[in-house]
């Protein structure tokens, strides 16, 4: 039996990272990606293609991703689904040493290493 390819919002600002791990996750024949790359197009791309979860940079021009979630989280269809921060502001061994969760939310820094997405993907959608 094939199961749905689960759905993943990118959102950052770095156009060609962005577009690297859409492929790649693509490639992984598990998850389907969608990129947003101007936070302020997010929520309603995220209305629109309903995401098992969100993958956040946290640094990005315009709103942050803290200001981000914010605004997801006020969409009903949106309150509960996982995020996950991407961000050049913490380094792995800062991830690692936190069980990959700062501040209560899961945590992945930059560059992003494909195998540390997927892991903190499934867990996410686990949860």
């Not at 919002?9 to 024949?29: E, M, P, Q, T």
């Not at 101007?38 to 979860?53: G, H, I, K, Q």
């Not at 942050?64 to 989280?73: A, M, T």
């Amino acid at each position: 039996m094939m199961t749905a390819k689960k759905r993943i919002l990118i959102v950052d600002d770095d156009v060609s990272s962005a577009r690297l791990l859409k492929l790649n996750l693509h490639c992984s024949g598990r998850y389907t990606a969608e990129v947003v790359n101007d936070p302020t197009n997010a929520v309603a791309v995220a209305r629109e293609f309903s995401p098992d979860v969100i993958l956040l940079d946290v640094m990005m021009p315009g709103m942050d991703g803290g200001q981000l979630v914010s605004h997801l989280r006020a969409v009903a269809k949106l309150e509960h689904t996982p995020i996950v921060f991407l961000s050049a502001a913490v380094t792995r061994n800062e991830v690692a040493s936190r069980s990959g969760c700062i501040g209560g939310l899961p945590f992945v820094a930059k560059p992003a290493h494909l195998a540390e997405v997927i892991k903190c993907l499934e867990k996410s959608l686990r949860n």
